[in-house]
């Protein structure tokens, strides 16, 4: 999985970690300015496959200077405390929220197996705590500068609260994380991801039009790769999250899970061929999960309001 060009930016990198071993799912990026940063670190199952990337691109680990973490879920994070050991150069940039959870990733990591169940879990790996002198907590706006190219990071909550979007300033392409969804290329298909405990609806409709304010070139999801029609990305996520959750509220406890899954699944997934069914649905259920709590929480708060 060598670091692959992309054709819009002669120093911007894509490398597929071919995470949970499904092909064009997890996308970890190179930017190789006159300062060299990694943005997302897949799990802590793809840290060896990212280094073997970085040396096979002509690299070594310790050329790199910034590790950037697009939230600290464990399939965006997980790799940081793992890829540092061979990097001694590199700090990782992250959400001022995430900071203190990758100094001390216990509660992370067991917060993601309660959500997960313990065979998920398993695939998505662990953490290891990050010195806190190794660490950069970043707030709105601020800027992280390699040389041609000028990072901007931006507070994108709503799939979760430590969530960021990267603007590269050079090429207005933006690093989506998971703020906008999952992209399954060649099926171009758009799926909503809303994973519990703390996703938030309303605030991921605001992060989708402050995208749009930024009027990006493309956009580079995590989950996976260039989009090359942002525009049209976006609005049909604004669309597809209040039609999930709308799905959720009022069918899950008539027909259960596993018909709100296969109505999800229709709605968004019908003409998938180069992503197994099963593979698809496992994510569904995670959106499942998280939107009922959330639809929980916002009853909760109803009625105590």
Not at 67 to 91: W, Y
Not at 143 to 152: C, I, P, T
Request: neutral net charge; contains cysteine.
């Amino acid at each position: 999985m060598p670091f692959q060009p992309l054709s819009f930016d002669a120093e911007t990198h894509l490398a597929d970690v071919r995470m949970f071993g499904q092909p064009a799912f997890g996308a970890v990026y190179l930017v190789d300015d006159d300062r060299k940063a990694i943005i997302e670190t897949g799990t802590s199952w793809d840290a060896e496959r990212i280094l073997e990337a970085i040396r096979r691109f002509g690299l070594r680990p310790n050329d790199i200077d910034a590790i950037v973490v697009s939230h600290i879920h464990l399939d965006h994070a997980g790799g940081a405390g793992f890829l540092l050991e061979s990097m001694p150069r590199a700090k990782v940039f992250v959400h001022e929220r995430g900071y203190k959870h990758l100094v001390d990733p216990t509660r992370l990591v067991s917060s993601a197996r309660e959500a997960l169940g313990q065979k998920e879990a398993e695939i998505f790996g662990t953490m290891k705590p990050i010195p806190g002198d190794r660490l950069v907590p970043v707030k709105d706006r601020d800027r992280l500068d390699l040389g041609k190219h000028s990072l901007v990071f931006f507070d994108s909550p709503g799939h979760a609260p430590h969530e960021l979007t990267i603007l590269d300033e050079r090429n207005r392409w933006v690093y989506t994380g998971d703020a906008a969804g999952l992209y399954f290329p060649g099926d171009e298909i758009l799926m909503p991801i809303a994973p519990a405990p703390a996703f938030d609806l309303e605030q991921s409709l605001e992060t989708f039009r402050r995208l749009l304010t930024l009027q990006p070139r493309g956009l580079l999801f995590s989950h996976y790769g260039p989009h090359t029609k942002p525009k049209a990305a976006i609005e049909a996520m604004i669309a597809a999250y209040p039609a999930w959750a709308r799905v959720v509220r009022d069918k899950l406890a008539s027909i259960g899970e596993e018909g709100v899954m296969r109505e999800l699944y229709d709605m968004s997934c019908r003409a998938a061929k180069r992503y197994s069914r099963d593979f698809l649905e496992r994510r569904i259920r995670v959106s499942i999960a998280g939107l009922a709590a959330y639809h929980e929480r916002m009853e909760h708060a109803a009625r105590n309001g």
